[in-house]
């Protein structure tokens, strides 16, 4: 069975790890924790490519959304201040790690798996809802409030209803 993400791809996300260091606006330390991740990222991928054992466990499909994951880091740093919404994101890359060990090591059961699935998907689409709102804020000059309240509730329902959907494939 193949892996989740080549590991032909490690460069491609190196390179934007670089590009989010470079250009964005990250803190000394959350620059910090971003490379420390990343890198720990990739070295999981590589000793994931290379067990000897690929085929004969379950795979998370959560590995291959880490390029989609980097290029919101990179959205997040080009805010002005952007290092508490990147602490947020720093918790992602662990927790899918943390998930694809134990689903690889067949020691969750289906609920923890859609549980920590729906925690993941609460973070990133709370992020992307805050970038919007942000980025809307700073391009038109529209009333800051109401755009908070509609993106809120527009966001709110729709992280509601992404949440009950996980809900609903833990019980099937």
């Known amino acids: ?23 964005g ?3 000394t330390t959350a620059k910090a924790v971003v490379m420390i ?16 054992d690929r085929g004969s466990r379950p795979v998370a499909n959560l590995l291959a959304l880490f390029p989609g994951h980097l290029l919101l880091l990179l959205a997040i740093s080009s805010m002005a201040a ?7 994101w720093a918790l992602v890359p662990p927790a899918t790690v943390g998930y694809d060990v134990l689903s690889w090591k067949r020691l969750l ?18 992020d992307l809802f805050f970038l919007l709102e942000r980025l809307i804020a700073s391009a038109r000059e529209w009333d800051e409030r109401m755009i908070i309240v509609v993106l809120g509730v527009v966001g709110c329902t729709f992280l509601c209803l992404g949440l009950y959907r996980h809900r609903l494939a833990a019980k099937e």
């Open 109 to 126: 059961r289906a609920r923890t798996r859609t549980s920590i699935s729906a925690v993941l998907y609460a973070i990133i689409w709370a």
């Open 1 to 23: 069975m193949k892996p989740t993400l080549p590991i032909w791809t490690i460069p491609l996300l190196l390179a934007i790890v670089g590009i989010i260091l470079l250009v």
């Open 37 to 52: 991740e990343a890198l720990g990222y990739c070295g999981y991928l590589l000793a994931r490519a290379r067990s000897a």
């Open 82 to 88: 952007p290092d508490r919404l990147a602490y947020v």
């Open 25 to 27: 606006h990250l803190g």
